[in-house]
């Protein structure tokens, strides 16, 4: 899914209005007072000086968990030593429309000035999307083994990222068509993955997802995979959820362990290294943060965290809370429900299984790791999808080791 930067900023501006939320920008909490096993009040500090607010409950969504590291609660940084990479975002415009620039034909590139000695270079791969509107090219290359809770270390990843934005655009007018693309922009900071996480009453694991563990008191649903970016290699990996379903997210891996009016939302919240890097990304971070923020109310208004109640409340919000889990049937009717163009099934094993609806069947090495899969409309066997301008599959079931491989056109690896 591709946002709309502007857009969002506004819709965010009118929630925040319509709920009477208070809102702050541009202050930055700096310490957190606590009482006890309960934090009392945070400080924040902007061009007026200081400011002490006082609170029952405190919801910790500052993605480095700041306020949690700054009150004295228990955290940790990444996961014992492993710590999912940065990467600058960069948006590249004076691409034509009707210019076609793939993932693919990026790799490509990529490889070309490497082979040249074209540098600093780190990642060879990245979702290539267009944004609606200006139709600008936006791509996450530019890379860096930085450590977020260290101003300078920081620093020199952001300089570091803004010089490879600059070889990336080197790189993207060697694509024909793209000799005339110029850097909107970079950033604008530089995009931390992960960081310090809470250490929470119930830590949740990627055993969980993969033993589709159902959680008693789950308060938000999970769906994307393991996302990871290596810190060393630079390189991207994908392992999707079991059955491509969604899990349980439980209320308990937002509690703070020793502080008991603190709740965590978004990457802050504790998974271990796989479960963080599933649930990091954008629309469960909004479900985990509204989650934490109805525990935290509760909590204000009653005294209590009573699952039950949050459970209730969330429900009456429309939030989703019982994951449809995907049997084999389901898996066939989501292939044709999501593809109003055509689907396929693909299997990782050298022996074809079926072909459904006289769609033809590919053969892959292996799926693991969310491989991409696509073939032109040409190749397609379905008249319907000969007509179609682009790719013709989308989402598709391997029917050996049960893994989803996700939609080609769509995709979008952060
Ligand atoms: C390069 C990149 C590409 C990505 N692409 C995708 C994608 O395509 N789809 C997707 O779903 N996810 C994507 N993600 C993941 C996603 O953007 C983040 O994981 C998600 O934004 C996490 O949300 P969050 O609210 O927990 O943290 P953040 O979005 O980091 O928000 C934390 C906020 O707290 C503020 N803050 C921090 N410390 C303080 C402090 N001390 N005082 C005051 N304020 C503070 C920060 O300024 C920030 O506004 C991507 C991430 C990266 C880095």
């Known amino acids: 899914m591709v946002i709309d930067p502007e857009a969002t900023k506004r819709a965010l501006d009118e929630i925040c ?52 590291c700054f009150g004295g609660a228990s955290t940790r940084y990444g996961n014992h030593g492993d710590v999912n990479l940065g990467t600058l975002g960069t948006r590249f415009g004076g691409i034509a429309l009707d210019i076609q620039v793939s993932a693919d034909m990026l790799v490509q590139a990529v490889g070309a000035a490497r082979a040249r000695g074209l540098g600093p270079i780190t990642k060879d791969r990245s979702v290539v999307a267009r944004l609606p509107g200006s139709g ?40 024909p068509g793209c000799e005339r693309a110029y850097l909107v922009s970079s950033g604008p900071d530089f995009g931390t993955r992960e960081s310090r996480h809470i250490n929470s009453v119930r830590q949740l694991t990627w055993q969980d997802v993969t033993n589709q563990v159902s959680q008693p008191d789950t308060i938000a649903l999970g769906a994307w995979g393991v996302e990871w970016h290596d810190r060393n290699t630079f390189a991207s990996t994908m392992q999707l959820p079991p059955n491509g379903g969604a899990y349980d997210i439980p209320l308990r891996c937002l509690i703070s362990a020793d502080t008991a009016n603190l709740f965590a939302a978004g990457r802050t919240a504790d998974g271990d290294k796989q479960a963080g890097a599933s649930m990091r990304v954008m629309g469960t971070a909004f479900a985990t943060g509204q989650a934490a923020g ?14 039950a109640d949050i ?9 989703l809370l019982e994951p449809q889990r995907a049997t084999r049937t389901d898996r066939h009717r989501l292939t044709a429900i999501n593809n109003d163009v055509a689907c396929m099934i693909v299997t990782c094993s050298e022996r074809p299984r079926r072909i459904e609806r006289g769609l033809r069947e590919i053969r892959i090495a292996d799926c693991s790791g969310g491989v991409e899969v696509g073939i032109t409309t040409s190749d397609c066997a379905n008249p319907e999808a000969q007509s179609a301008a682009e790719y013709c599959i989308e989402v598709v079931g391997c029917l050996t080791c049960s893994q989803y491989v996700r939609p080609r056109r769509p995709l979008m690896i952060s």
């Not at 890379?143 to 600059?166: I, K, T």
């Open 294 to 307: 109805v525990a935290a109310a509760n909590l204000a208004d009653s005294g209590v965290v009573d699952p």
């Open 17 to 68: 209005i319509e709920s009477g939320v208070d809102v702050a920008l541009h202050g930055f909490v700096g310490s957190a007072q606590r009482q006890d096993n309960r934090l009392a009040s945070v400080t924040f500090h902007d061009h007026g000086g200081a400011h002490t607010v006082h609170a029952r409950s405190f919801v910790d969504a500052s993605g480095d968990c700041d306020l949690a």
């Open 311 to 319: 459970r209730k409340t969330l429900t009456a919000q429309g939030a």
């Open 136 to 175: 600008d090219v936006v791509c996450y290359l530019a890379s860096a083994d930085y450590d977020p809770r260290d101003n300078a270390s920081l620093s020199r990843a952001e300089m570091l990222g803004r010089e490879q934005a600059w070889v990336y655009l080197e790189i993207l007018r060697s694509i």
